[in-house]
């Protein structure tokens, strides 16, 4: 499926209001607040999940509070959390910031062979070409191992998110079937949203999951949605978010916050050892 209206709204509104800001005729990507906002430590939930499933079935973002990584898969929130385990958030918890769409593919494809992180970024590359083209992906399949990450509530006065993952648990999974979800996001988007990739993981068995920092794949169905429509902004009405400093330069922060695998503490818990909740 090919999209291609690109629609901006950017609604300063309460949950009561959101109805005030249709969604895209074709429901592209729809974001609540700004990756920069979440950086600098707005973590107020503002959208509910209930008003953000129906702006897409697949999708990525946190908690309120910070509280674990966000996993919208098929329409069903996850919610993984600093212990590892898997847990089923209620419809009425509040997200501070998320990145939703409706999934169709126009791009499939079996991986027959065995695939890392860094080659199926160059497959999805490939695929989707356009360098200016935003792409929503599936890589459902047996995997050898995976390595994925949450964050720990947050109290107030929240930190910033980079001083947050220096001390993330880092979990480990091995010989697990799973599905990674992602988006692929242009550059231009710094400071809005993540440019390049964007995964998190969820284990068939929701033995563990979370944000995705690296992963061997055995084999599995890659499925590529090109999307042309972004996007649906809901920016918070906090004071936080009103006077959060926006204007830095954070893409140093956001690299590092994405892509870090080094924290470990000693009592991180191993993510098989969760369980569904």
Known sequence: ????????????????????????????????????ALMAGVYDGHMPLETLRKYGDLGVGTFEGLDGEMVLLDGSFYQVRADGKVYRPA?????????????????????????????????????VPQRNRFCAFVLRGEFRSVRTRSVPAQKKPYPPLVEVTKHQPVFDLANVRGTVIGFRSPEFVKGVNVPGYHMHFLADDLSGGGHLLEFEMTRGTLEADTVHEWLHVYLPQSAAFGSADLAKDRSADVHAAENDAGAKPPAAVPAQQGGYR
Do not use: W, Y
């Open 1 to 36: 499926m090919i999209r291609r209206v690109l629609t901006f709204c950017f609604a300063a509104a309460m949950a009561a209001s959101f109805a005030g800001c249709a969604a895209p005729a074709h429901n592209g990507i729809t974001q609540v607040a700004t990756i920069d």
């Open 91 to 127: 419809l009425a918890v509040r997200t501070p910031f998320a990145c939703v769409t409706d999934f169709a593919a126009d791009r499939r494809e079996e991986l027959t062979a065995p695939i890392d992180r860094t080659a199926l970024e160059a497959k999805i590359g490939a695929l």
